[in-house]
């Protein structure tokens, strides 16, 4: 089951997104409640969106809680906005799945300022996570994919996440100005000013620059051949991650760009399962 679900975070009424393994159900209404007695909000909502058929991978109900998944989307607004067949293959791993949508875009209110005000949106899903129906509080991981990397590189040192998965993420947003001109007026609009004129606030959002305060394990997931975000911030990242002596692993994916078929996104994603679960 995947469900559109809104939450309050800073004030706002924003959107997320939720999944669950094929064999748990959880209705519009059990899930509504939940929502309104946490947030203590009767506009709160929950709305079944699609089923998650059973697979290969799936298992009976079990009996101990689901670990989780924290799902922090790349992209701005409307670009890159959640994907529900990625929460149901994530799901599809024995994961509930919690995806926050960002303030802007999807949600409709507030203003993604890409590491700004929005990272309260990821840090409040994953107090969401942490006292959902079934779920494993001590068992929250969360993963940031492309700029996700920032929301979900903070939400794990705010909100004490078990583990950090960082799939082809921007680990320097300064670089990324210098990299990616088609981005800059987009950053100049968001950062209020370029990296050459505020580097400070630039480095703030930057998750190597974020490397010092992390306290779990840190995976990194990247691409020799991403042409969204080079393979160097991930290196580079799990090179900082390594002198500050942090427990951290580094997957290159030989060949591979920032997206990639099905069928090799789930060997991939197999492999990040295999290392959540071991470590």
Known sequence: MIYRFTYLSGGLRVAGYAALPPELSFTEEAFTGFLRREFNDEELSAKLVACIL???????????????????????????????????EFASFGRIVVAPCYRGGESGVGHDRFGGEDL?????AMRIARVFPQADPKRIAVLGFSRGSIN???????EHAAQLVLWGGLSDLGRTYEERIDLRKMLKRVMNGSVYKIPEAYMERSPIHMARRLSCPVLIMHGTEDAQVEYGHGERMYEELQRLGKTTELMTLDGLGHHMPQEIRLRVLNDMFDWLDRT
């Open 54 to 88: 059973p697979s290969a991978m799936s298992k009976p109900p079990r009996k101990e809680p689901y670990p989780v998944l924290v799902y922090c989307r790349g992209g701005i607004g409307r670009v890159g906005k959640v994907r529900l067949d990625w929460l149901a």
């Open 120 to 124: 309260e949106d990821s840090r409040v």
């Open 152 to 158: 979900a590189t903070d939400a794990a040192i705010e």
